[in-house]
């Protein structure tokens, strides 16, 4: 799906064109910087920092480095906020870029266990949040609804 510039207001279209136009590396690695950023996952007990200095991120947030030998089309990072009850399953893309066929059965699979898992849970208060389960399919033009959803923001 490419990006419509002309609904971007225009002071910010040269971050947009910029932000579509990374590899799927580098925009996985963006997503993973903003939730470290909004508090997913845990810092490493063990004390490490990442190549920026910043305490390094062993729990919480998981993303396969070498899928060889594992089951195909699992998502590309698997989050958990601990304080807002939270697991996110997201599958990164480059701009235009779909999901391929087992990609699209795992997403189809956990969303359907996220939706009755979600559902079964609604009304019963467990430490003031219900638990919850997110499937999502983002690629860079996703960025505004990636920031809703990290920042927990609605």
């Not at 207001?9 to 040269?14: H, L």
């Not at 070498?66 to 480059?94: C, W, Y």
């Not at 990609?103 to 638990?131: C, H, K, S």
Request: proline share 6%; hydrophobic share 40%.
């Amino acid at each position: 799906m490419a990006v419509d510039l002309e609904r971007v207001p225009q002071a910010e279209r040269a971050a947009v064109r910029r932000l579509t136009r990374q590899n799927e590396a580098d925009f996985q690695q963006q997503v993973i910087d903003l939730a470290i950023d909004c508090h997913w996952g845990w810092p490493d007990p063990k004390g490490r920092v990442d190549r920026t200095g910043r305490p390094s991120h062993h729990g919480g947030i998981y993303h396969t480095r070498n899928s060889q030998g594992s089951s195909e089309g699992f998502p590309d990072l698997v989050m958990v906020h601990i304080a807002r009850r939270l697991v996110l399953f997201a599958e990164v893309k480059t701009e235009g870029g779909g999901m391929d066929t087992c990609q699209a059965a795992w997403a189809t699979a956990l969303g359907f266990v996220a939706v009755d898992i979600n559902q079964q849970l609604d009304g019963e208060p467990m430490l003031g949040q219900r638990p919850s389960i997110l499937v999502r399919g983002w690629q860079p033009s996703d960025w505004p609804e990636i920031e809703r959803v990290l920042t927990g923001a609605q």
